[in-house]
């Protein structure tokens, strides 16, 4: 496997597979063992620029090609991943330590997100639009935004810079991404190599392996690209946005979460048990959709907690290659580090460990808290790790108060007999989804995703992707003549 790294880790720019000229190496590790992948030398400013003139060129090109050529290309590059999936899954599994189920997930909804950007290729349809003068047509056309910048985080590296690049090429773009410095490979120069196989002219897509404490924000200034989508954290999405603005760039914004899960009195709470343990736990919690909270309400909160407690402390911790292993490891040293002090901190606070998990590098066990402090940050935050909280409640006026009160709003989920009433439920929290009987974690090609408040600005997926990776434009046309007042 390590070839498979060590192949793949170069810069891809215009066409051309090449080494950084930067001073300085970023080193691909297995989170799981400390294994040294590979190591990247990364681009400079210089290649940014390189990178975004490539695209700039490719892209008129790729545009002029039409519909029917691109769409060839992406049903190529859909046939490769469906080809070299046993490949990628074990990249998932080294890089980045996903578990087996965890690749599987992934790689499933990547093929559905590259089969909806085959049907995007000819779904920018352009329209005519009456007018009140005598003798004129009005004609709207969507055409492409021209180059899109697209920044991927490490969590679910393939799919989250597939659910970006595939779209804005399939709608004539062309793409530079930066992935994660994580997850260089998967998120990055593995599908730069996919793409180049199916066929993908030089320079429509090019990746770029570097740090901000190289190129600072070279890749969000630079004037080519027109589109920044970037998923990753609140904070740094904040910055991101304001960068952008300053240049009147247009942004998609994919951030962090504070999800809850709220179990009502007339739940099926062994079927809420199941929905919560995957919510919290899947790929260690490191999902901006995760439960970080998990509301029951208290009639009955015992019932539900004895059965999450020893659900929890039954998941196997430890190597993601073993088939049996349910939480792997977190991404690094700093992850695992950060998550354990949390805990930490919450139980100084006064809150109750119903299970604390052992650290054991980058391995962290299962945590449940409880009584956590009313007034603690912790049921605010976004936790980026296998801590699960139980809150209980009285009744649905407080789970509603105690769902909002947070400045995320992406995701969450509530379980009760009555669909209706979750329905109604949903419609009271401030989120840019929410699930009725069901988990926190989904994703679907044709359904807008996306977060309100501090969870993002956008949406992606179905027809709000071309909203995002398109522009309208107005060309008139006067069949007669047009009077003029002067």
């Not at 400013?45 to 545009?63: F, G, K, L, M, P």
């Not at 009456?130 to 991927?152: F, M, Q, T």
């Not at 919290?280 to 995760?290: L, S």
């Not at 809150?391 to 009160?405: I, Q, S, Y």
Request: proline fraction near 5%; aromatic fraction near 6%; charged fraction near 25%.
């Amino acid at each position: 496997m390590s070839s498979y790294f060590t192949d793949l880790a170069q810069q891809y720019i215009d066409g051309e597979w090449r080494p950084g000229t930067g001073s300085w190496d970023i080193i691909d590790v297995n989170p799981y063992d400390g294994e040294k992948l590979a190591s990247i030398t990364i681009a400079t400013v210089d290649e940014i620029d390189q990178a975004y003139r490539a695209a700039a060129r490719a892209q008129r090109d790729w545009s002029a090609a039409g519909p029917h050529a691109r769409r060839a290309v992406l049903e190529k590059m859909l046939r490769l991943v469906e080809d070299r999936e046993t490949e990628l899954t074990e990249a998932i599994i080294a890089e980045l330590g996903g578990t087996r189920v965890k690749a599987a997930f992934e790689l499933h909804l990547a093929k559905e997100f590259l089969r909806e950007a085959v049907s995007l290729t000819t779904r920018a349809e352009h329209r005519l639009i009456p007018s009140p003068d005598p003798g004129k047509e009005n004609r709207l056309y969507r055409v492409p935004v021209g180059v899109v910048g697209v920044i991927s985080p490490f969590n679910f590296p393939f799919l989250l810079s597939l659910k970006s690049v595939a779209p804005a090429l399939a709608l004539g773009n062309a793409v530079v991404l930066k992935p994660h410095q994580d997850t260089p490979v998967v998120g990055g120069t593995v599908i730069a190599g996919l793409f180049e196989e199916a066929g993908l002219p030089a320079g429509v897509l090019n990746v770029v392996v570097t740090d901000v404490a190289e190129i600072n924000d070279a890749f969000l200034e630079h004037p080519v690209p027109r589109v920044i989508s970037f998923t990753g954290s609140d904070r740094v999405g904040r910055h991101v946005a304001t960068v952008c603005a300053r240049h009147f760039k247009r942004v998609i914004l994919e951030l962090g979460g504070n999800s809850a899960l709220v179990v009502l009195d007339d739940a099926d709470l062994d079927y809420a048990v199941d929905a919560a343990v995957f919510s919290r736990y899947v790929h260690q919690g490191q999902v901006c959709m995760a439960a970080n909270r998990i509301l029951v309400d208290r009639s009955v909160a015992d019932a539900f907690t004895e059965r999450f407690v020893a659900r929890a402390r039954g998941l196997k911790a430890g190597d993601p290659g073993d088939r049996e292993t349910v939480i792997g490891p977190l991404i690094n040293s700093s992850q695992s580090e950060a998550i354990t002090s949390l805990v930490e901190q919450a139980v100084a606070e006064g809150a109750t460990a119903l299970l604390r998990g052992a650290t054991r590098g980058n391995v962290v066990e299962p945590t449940v808290l409880t009584d956590v402090p009313a007034g603690s940050g912790l049921l605010r935050q976004e936790i980026f790790g296998p801590v699960a909280l139980l809150v209980p409640f009285d009744g649905e006026e407080e789970a509603v108060r105690l769902v909002n009160d947070t400045p995320f709003g992406l995701s969450g989920a509530v379980h009760t007999a009555d669909v209706e009433r979750g329905v109604r439920f949903a419609q009271r929290i401030d989120t840019g989804m929410f699930h009725v009987n069901d988990g926190t974690v989904h994703d679907e090609p044709l359904v807008p995703f996306g977060g309100e408040k501090d969870s993002g600005l956008g949406r992606l997926n179905g027809e709000t992707t071309l909203e995002a990776f398109t522009t309208l434009k107005w060309i008139s046309v006067q069949h007669g003549r047009s009077a003029f007042p002067f």
